[in-house]
């Protein structure tokens, strides 16, 4: 008996759908690959588009887009309609913790141990409010947080960066700030002093900075850690956010004033976001400072932010958790 061969025939329409799958996969495929090998990015590019998400007078405008737009970005994780998106992607490359436990915990100051990868970064926004009060600097501008995700870019990830972050996440709330952009590494060059001397360059640099604008009250030196990831970060909402830890130098008379302010904006961050701050870390005794120009007046503070393993968009995100914290305190203090 010759057994009959069964022919199964694909609906029309199964065909067309399959082709349409085809070709749209394909798309989005090359169109993904595409955007990571050719968009250019700079720092002030960068900062444009972290801008615009902060602060709602220059914010991008976005539709929703078409149901094609929308699985693209499920595939792909690009928001055709949202340029910040590539950028966003690209940084998101998760680093794959190789380097966790590398470098060990130390409460030894790290003054001599200067930078080599990281540069300058000039000021992508610039822009001087007629009175500010928050003065940003950074000690040590040239520390350097993790390059992942940014190799093909023109972005700078160093503490320079994080300054123009909170700059902007503080004029965008009202509180007028100022980052100092003359580059301290020329400056210790110029005379002749050693890289554990850039307090005493950025104390210089603090002083013709209030003598140029009196209405200065608030001193944040903004630096970044040298701790494993798995103690540099934490989720919140999903997302992976640069932990952040205040650094309060006691060997100075003055000390219980910046440590009481300091105190103050510590348990706002930790009553709203727990586990985003590390705490205070008061420091004194042989090895260390002890005074990290806080002896300049009393609402000077440093904030280490990160390790040198974060990324800049856990970096960024910790910035707009804590700005309107700062804002709120400092606003509250103006106002006695």
């Not at 495929?29 to 709602?56: C, D, K, P, W």
């Not at 040198?308 to 309107?324: C, F, G």
Request: aromatic letters at 10%; charged letters at 20%.
């Amino acid at each position: 008996m010759r057994l009959k061969r069964f022919k199964f025939k694909v609906p029309l329409w199964w065909k067309v759908l399959g082709c349409i799958l085809l070709v749209y996969f394909s798309y989005a495929y090359f169109f993904s690959l595409m955007m990571q090998n050719n968009i250019t990015i700079n720092n002030g590019r960068y900062l444009e588009m972290i801008v615009g998400e902060a602060n709602h007078s220059n914010a991008y405008i976005y539709n929703k887009g078409t149901i094609l737009d929308r699985m693209l970005g499920a595939v792909s994780g690009i928001d055709v309609n949202n340029p910040v998106s590539i950028i966003h992607r690209a940084i998101n490359q998760r680093n794959q913790m190789n380097d966790m436990n590398m470098i060990s915990f130390s409460t030894v100051d790290r003054d001599t141990e200067e930078p080599i990868k990281s540069e300058y970064v000039p000021d992508p926004n610039p822009s001087m409010p007629d009175n500010p009060i928050v003065y940003i600097y950074n000690s040590h501008q040239l520390e350097e947080f993790s390059r992942s995700g940014t190799e093909s870019y023109n972005i700078t990830p160093n503490v320079m960066m994080a300054s123009f972050m909170l700059r902007e996440q503080l004029n965008s709330l009202g509180t007028d700030a100022m980052v100092e952009t003359n580059n301290i590494t020329e400056f210790l060059r110029a005379n002749a002093w050693n890289f554990a001397a850039s307090y005493r360059a950025s104390r210089y640099m603090m002083t013709e900075a209030k003598r140029n604008h009196e209405t200065l009250r608030y001193f944040i030196d903004i630096h970044r850690d040298g701790i494993p990831r798995n103690r540099a970060i934490t989720k919140i909402d999903g997302e992976y956010h640069a932990r952040i830890l205040f650094v309060v130098g006691l060997e100075h008379p003055g000390y219980a004033a910046n440590l009481a302010f300091v105190q103050k904006i510590n348990s706002r961050i930790a009553a709203e976001h727990p586990n985003l701050t590390r705490g205070i870390m008061k420091k004194h005794g042989p090895g260390v400072n002890g005074i990290y120009n806080q002896d300049f007046n009393d609402r000077t503070i440093l904030i280490e932010i990160g390790s040198y393993n974060s990324e800049i968009d856990e970096v960024y995100r910790t910035i707009k958790l804590i700005a309107p914290i700062l804002n709120q305190v400092i606003k509250e203090d103006m106002n006695g």
